[in-house]
Structures are given as structure tokens and as C-alpha cells.
DNA sequence: GTGAAAGCGCTAACAG
DNA sequence: CTGTTAGCGCTTTCAC
């Protein structure tokens, strides 16, 4: 059952050649060598029999330069994670890559995945030898307590929760959830509701307290909360719709993303009710749609693009070993007013 | 200037001790070994003083247990690229990886990311020491040629558009193009015009061709062509306002993606009109977001799903080793009608 | 035409 | 408490 791995040797060996063989017929360098295309017929075919697969760490140690010191970087990131974050913490990486790359130093950037909530079943996590260094981010609140628990063997910068014992960088509490209130009840919303997924990270789940306490104490009574099966376009419309033909009323919703809020737009707009008049409406994100969407949605942008602002230099001073990195930076997030909360008087 | 990178030895020799106990020291087993803590403390400041960083070839190589096989998998794509692309791509090749990882084999999917149409500037590129397999897209035609004159020396399939020599999953040459002009024409647009970005990668300009060819064919005259500068909304708002304001009409409008006719709705509604009834619009994507315009956007959806649906096999047919393996598939892209094409007779 | 051998950087086992 | 050594898988040089 337990196959070991073929290497060079073993195929050397099954052909009758020199491992030397192998290794330049499977380089295609056989010419140089002047192999009998005979001989390199078999090792080729020997190599697909056996299943050979080259390991890449002998290789590129064989072919190290000296001279070039190489930094593997990853993200690591739940499957379920929006597409957005990932791709601007991504893109924010890749830039200061480019930047930092000289002759001598050398980066390469990968994405390692998780299922939210199994992070620990992860192979080589615990390893301290596939990563310089990783961003960490849309973890669920289990992975955290694993992670705080194991203490992983290179730099780490969360992004976007806290997690004791590493580099975070996070929205400031409250703040998001608060502001959504505010903005609401500012556009004179009496009965303001929330709408968000089944599953809360903790950061939802942050913003779903906050927005709620505030609701509570400025109009007396609790947010109606609507909950939907994803984060979806989709998911957020048939949600609401629910929500309204149960006889739920409201005028003014804070959807946790945009794609919610987006769905939401449409469930409003069948009901026969109009944004912001008889619903206001506050998102999330930073999507680019955002402002695209009739009427164009406010968004508390969500602290991405300034988190990762912080996150990717952060990530840097780890690896030069530098002693003073902040173990928090808190990141207050822009909101954008926009037609979607702006109701007549 | 060329300093080379630093190891261990160097560490040890410069602290004076030996190798072993700067291995130990870095990898936190200094209590094991029971070290003094005058020596760890000099081990660290020469580490970080020399600016040590450790070669994970050498570590992993070492580490390496020969039961297991890894797979290091890549996707290669222009940071210029289209988000939500890579992302398929990615979460796709994820997918497959979760299935096919088994205890003896393991799998790594890293990002790699170039300027298009610099491909050929990308270090590293031509060795066979990084990666098994390798899915390629988001080229441009300069880089196309760079690859196709390179032979890379490991699988790769490309995405998108056709390289020769190289295993390729692509839309169906035109389709997206006459498809788009079809719908419109269906409508019963009796000018059609085109938006699009300067920067035309092989299959917009495809996409562009196709279309004009078709309208002029149908209608005997030229499609207003829109260009804007770049694929965000807001570049598809202005450019589609310049058009209007030089006084240029037009009833339908195919947008080369969903973001640009995204945009494309505000400009034509901010000018009084209104979609569909005064311009058609059909956009080409999968974004989330497109049905949830308002109106929402007709679609030809882009080949990416079913190409992405194509090509992650294809890669691991290669990586098998597979000699049947067809080097060109082509994809015919599902279109969703929805309303913004739906004009009153 | 082909094989033997050295060594890339690292760590675990062993020997003091 | 610390040093020496072997060897992970691979390729390149040298020797035959």
C-alpha cells in the first residue's frame, strides 16, 4: 500500500544505466550525452511506468546559486473566503515583491487553502520548511484557537482577526457594525435590520454585535436579523424575500457584504418597495459594483484595502528579523455615502 | 555587491560553534539540546545580523520522507489579469487537488504572476527545477510567442487562447463575438456599437473581429467602437459619456465584460436612456453581480467555467503522463438572456 | 557511449 | 553541553 516515492535510482536501476543516465534523458539531454535512443526509450518508459515524479527540493538545491537567497510566501486562506480579499491581499503582495526583488533575492508567492474551520487537518502547517513567511486570513474562530495553540514556525500576519501570540492586523472593533447603525438611523431608519450568512466569522460576527447594541440602545427596541444560507447575490435575495412575505417589516438594512446587499436590492425592489425611500441600504466591501448598483449602495468599505496596506510591510519587517513590529495595528475602515441611504426628508 | 546568500556554516563560523547547533538554535530545539542561552543569544544576532535566510530546498530536502510524492502546481497569469478568472482557475485546481491528495501524495498550488506582455522578463521561468505542472493564461500575443519559442520544460496547459506546441483549452474562435452581435441584432438593434479597453489580449480582439464582421455583414454598416482605458467600470462609464457627448448613438451595445457594461449602464442612463428599450446591452462574464443589475445584464458568460472545467484535468492527465491527451479542446460558452436585451417590439 | 563521485544546505543521530 | 557525520535526490564534471 505504502508505495515510496520512485526516484532516479530506482529507475537507473530497473533500466540497467547509471542514475547519471537517467537524470539527462529526463532533462533531454540525452544528446549531449549521446545516449543510444534505445537506452532513452527505456528510461522513459521505465519513468512513466514507475510513476516517477522529480522532487523539486533536490533539484533546486542542486541547482542553487549561491549568490541568490529565495523567500517563499504564502496566503493562506479558507476556500470560502471572498474572492476579493484574497485578491487584493494577492496583488498587494505580488507589488511589494516585484519591488523588493533584486539579481540576489529572489520571491516566490503561493495560496495554500483550507476548508474554514478544518485548518488544522492541513498537511505541513507545522513544518518550518515550505514558508519564510504567510499571511493568514478568513479563518474561522476554530482554526484561530488552533493556531494560538500551535505557535507556527515562521513569520505570520493575520490579517483581519486577533489571534494571541501573532502579528495582527484587524478593523477596529466595533467599528463597522457601529457606523452601519449610525449611517441607518442617521437617514432616519426607525427599524433597522441586519442581513447576514449562517456562518459568522469573527469578524461578522463583530460587526452583527456591534450594529445590533447600537440599534438597541439609540431606538429602544432589536434589529430585525435576516439570515441567509451563503454570501451570495442570491442567497441575500431569497432571504429577504422570505423575510417580507412572513410580514417582516423594515426601512433601512445593513447587508454584511455587498453581494448580499446587491440581492437584497432586488428582493426590495419586488416588493414593490423603493431604495433608500422606503429601504435604506449599507453594504460592505470594496467591490468595485458597488457604486454601480441603482441606486449606487454606501458602503462601509470593509478594512481590506487598508488592512493589507499594513499587513504586506508588516509581513517584510518579520522577515528581516526586525525586534519592533507592533503586534496589533488597528485599521478604521473609509465608509462611502452614497445614493442608497439618502432619503428625503 | 554580490554577496552571496548565507548558511548555516557561515552562521557557525562566524559565532563559533558548529553547524548542528545553529540548526538546532533556529529551529527552537535548543532546550533539547541543551544549550547555554549565551551561545542561542549569539546564534540569533549573527542569524539576523547576516541576514540568514534558510534554504527550503535544504530543509525540505532533508525532510523529506520517501513514501510521499509532491506535486508543485502553478498558475501563471498576468497580474492585469481579470479576478475572478484566476480565481476559478484556482479554486478548480484546489478541488481536484483535495480529491487526489492521498497520504503518499501531496500537492502545492502556488500563483505566479508576470506584467503581460513581459513574460519573457519572468526569472526562472525556463528551469525545470520549481514546477510539475503549470496552467497558462492571461497572455498577450508577445508573450504567446516567447512561450511558444521556449518550450518550457515541464506540463502546461494553456488557457484561453492557442499556443502552438503547447496543450490548449479555448472558446470556440468567433463564437463570443457573433454570438454577442446575434443577440443584439435580435433585438432588433439597428446600431450596435462595441466597448472595450485599449489593451486587447488574444481573445478580446477575437471577440472585437468577430463582432464587426457580423454587424457589418447583417447591417451593412461599421459598429461604433467605444474604447476605454481600462476594465473597471468607471472606465466604461467615461468613455461611454465621451461617445454621447460627441453626439454618437447608438441602440445596443455588446461590452466586452460585465464590469465595463456595468459602467456602460450608468453613462446610458445618466444621458436619459434608458436599457433596454433605447440601447441593448450584452456583457461577457460569470460575475456574481450581472443578474443583479438593473436591469439585469444579458451575458455571454465566457468560456471560463467550462474552459477552467477543461483544463484541470487536462493538467493532471499530463502530470500522469498520459500520451493520448488531445492538444487543443474547444468550448462553446453558454449565453443567459436576461432583461437588458429584452426590448419591446 | 556510459558510470562514479562530489556536493548543493540542512538536520538527526551519534559520539564525545 | 557541543562537534562530527551521513545522507535526503539531483545534476554535472570527470574519467573510462
Known sequence: MSKPAVTIYEIAKHVGVSPAAVSSTLANR??????????????????????????????????????????????????????????QVLHALQRAVDVQTTEHTRYAVAIEMFHAGRLSEK???????????????????????FVAEARLPYPVVVLGRRIPHYHCVLEAPDFVGRRSAEVLLEAKCGKPGILHSRQLTHTTSDRLAAFTRVVKERTGREAAKIVSTGLQPHDGAVALEAFFSEGGQLDGLFAVNDSLAAGAYRAIKASGRRVPDDVAVVGIGDYELAEYLDPPLTTVAGANEAMVAEAVPMLFRLLRGEESVSTEVLVVPPVFMRQSTQRRA
Open 30 to 87: 540525452h544528446i549531449e550525452r549521446r545516449l543510444s535512443s534505445e537506452t532513452v526509450r527505456k528510461i522513459r518508459e521505465a519513468a512513466t511506468a514507475l510513476g516517477y515524479v522529480p522532487n523539486m527540493a533536490g533539484r533546486r538545491l542542486r541547482a542553487h546559486k549561491s549568490a541568490t537567497r529565495q523567500f517563499d510566501l504564502a496566503i493562506l486562506t479558507s476556500y470560502e473566503a471572498p474572492l476579493p480579499l484574497v485578491g
Open 123 to 145: 498537511a505541513g502547517l507545522l513544518d518550518a520548511n515550505r514558508y519564510h513567511g504567510v499571511i493568514l486570513t478568513n479563518t474561522l474562530p476554530v482554526d484561530d484557537a
